[in-house]
């Protein structure tokens, strides 16, 4: 019984060191979201993307939404292929892309689904449980 929980540990704390989306400095890997919505934008002298991702956080500014390393940088997203491959090596899988448009322009939308992962089958109480690094 003992090895069997410390598989488990061992595994959920490979599983937390792999799966790493951050949202304003918050892994969104750890959220009890399922989906997530990431609409990509660039600058002027921009090399790249900035990606803005919706998992249903209080938004109170758009810095609540712009993809962060875990030291709060905006990360720079090379190509919406780039977007795809970095969600999918973190765990989340491709849905669709629904566009958007009004008096601005038209944006896409790229929707993704959390795999099913430990962190997604545990309840709020067994995440609780787990000690926390």
Known sequence: MKAFTLLIITSFFVFVANAQVFVNQTNINLEPATYCSVRLGSGLFMNGYHAFVDYGQSVQNSRNRVMTDEYGEKMVLHSKIHLLNFMASNGWKFV???????????????????????????????WDCIPQL
């Open 96 to 126: 669709e892309v629904l566009e958007d448009s009004d008096e601005d322009g038209t944006s896409f939308n790229y929707v993704f689904r959390k795999e099913d992962t430990l962190i997604t089958k545990l309840s709020m109480e067994e």
